[in-house]
């Protein structure tokens, strides 16, 4: 798993307090666990660790602490999961079986598929999907016509290709037919927990195989809502890069018949921290309206000076003939997690139907460093 050891809030999720909880109520379904000694070894060059080598440090300490077999264990961390205050916290236990129950698929999966609905089993499934993934794999595709939001969900989640802070599923990033029963049988799935997972799912496919996405969701009846909705955000990267294909799916296809008005960025010098405002006015040249996806970019000033684009979704719209639509979208630039911000001056870019159609800029006056 990739680990985020830049970001101290999100380490804090394992902190003193929480590891006190995670103790103080797994003494409480099993008296004899010695709290003591598993907070010892837990705290143990705990301001080193990411937050996701803090979550393999928990189920590390509750495994040495425990002394059970693993399935002698499994029924007192199954009593501990809804006791634990934090969904995220609860993933240590989907760890703990890929940890240490992989000579146990059926017992294991049992057990995935229980924790998964107190947070998440998706990162600890992939282990037993790169161990067996035929077997895997009909399993997930059962728990995809399961009643539980959470199961049906799992069943996508777990096997994307390109998970964010898990390893690559080799085999299916290669071949995404290996999954595709799946995502056909969620496709119109009526929770939007389950629609963002398969969207989210087709867009990691679309980096390696975007013709076979566009495939699929061409043979798909978009009259359903929730199918419309997967196939919207599936596409999204695909749309910012002009996929010409991507955005007849949604209707949009075909030249702009416009033209952008008085674009600008206010305030257009920024000290790190503050808030841009992008504006500018779409006008019709035409009499025919015309559905319109209309996106941002921004070249972002990178530490040698060189730029790096990074487009950003705005809105879809049906612009009448000779209509004029004004826009306006905030955004702070601020430092994140997966980005820096460096002094100079940065592009900003109007994109409608993938083309570029206006630019402008602002200036960040005082370096990220």
Not at 74 to 96: E, I, K, Q, T
Request: some cysteine.
């Amino acid at each position: 798993m990739a680990a985020d050891s830049s970001s101290p809030a999100l380490k804090e999720i394992f902190n003193s307090e929480r590891l006190q909880h995670i103790a103080t109520e797994m003494t409480a379904v099993y008296p004899r666990f010695d709290a003591r000694a598993f907070l010892k070894l837990a705290k143990s060059g705990l301001a080193d660790l990411s937050v996701m080598q803090r979550m393999a440090r928990v189920s590390e300490c509750l495994h040495a602490v425990l002394a059970l077999d693993f399935e002698a264990s499994l029924p007192l961390l199954r009593a501990l999961a809804p006791r634990l205050n934090s969904g995220f916290v609860s993933m240590c236990l989907p760890h703990y079986v890929a940890t240490y129950g992989a000579e146990r698929f059926d017992l294991s999966m049992d057990a995935l598929k229980y924790f998964t609905a107190f947070g998440s089993s998706e990162f600890a499934i992939r282990h037993f999907l790169r161990r067996d993934l035929e077997r895997s794999l009909k399993l997930m595709h059962d728990w995809s016509l399961d009643a539980s939001e959470h199961v049906r969900r799992l069943a996508s989640e777990g096997c994307r290709p390109r998970l964010p802070w898990s390893f690559r599923l080799e085999s299916i990033q290669a071949e995404p037919r290996l999954a595709a029963a799946i995502l056909d049988n969620l496709k119109a799935d009526p929770s939007l927990y389950v629609r963002k997972s398969v969207a989210n799912h087709l867009n990691d496919i679309t980096k390696d195989h975007p013709q076979w996405v566009l495939d699929l969701i061409e043979g798909w009846s978009l009259d359903n809502k929730h199918t419309a909705w997967i196939a919207r955000h599936a596409l999204r990267s695909l749309i910012k890069q002009g996929n010409q294909r991507a955005l007849a799916i949604i209707g949009a296809s075909g030249k702009p018949e416009v033209e952008i008005l008085d674009v600008q960025v206010n305030p257009p010098v920024i000290g790190l921290g503050e808030k841009i405002t992008l504006s500018f006015a779409v006008r019709s040249t035409v009499e025919a309206s015309q559905r319109l996806v209309i996106d941002y970019a921004i070249d972002y000033v990178k530490a040698n000076g060189s730029t790096s684009t990074k487009v950003f979704k705005l809105k879809a719209l049906t612009l009448p003939g000779k209509a004029t639509e004004s826009i306006a979208r905030g955004q702070h630039i601020k430092e994140l997690t997966t980005r820096r911000h460096y002094a100079g001056r940065h592009a900003v870019h109007v994109l409608i139907n993938g083309e570029r159609l206006a630019s402008t800029a602002f200036e960040i006056t005082v370096d990220a460093d």
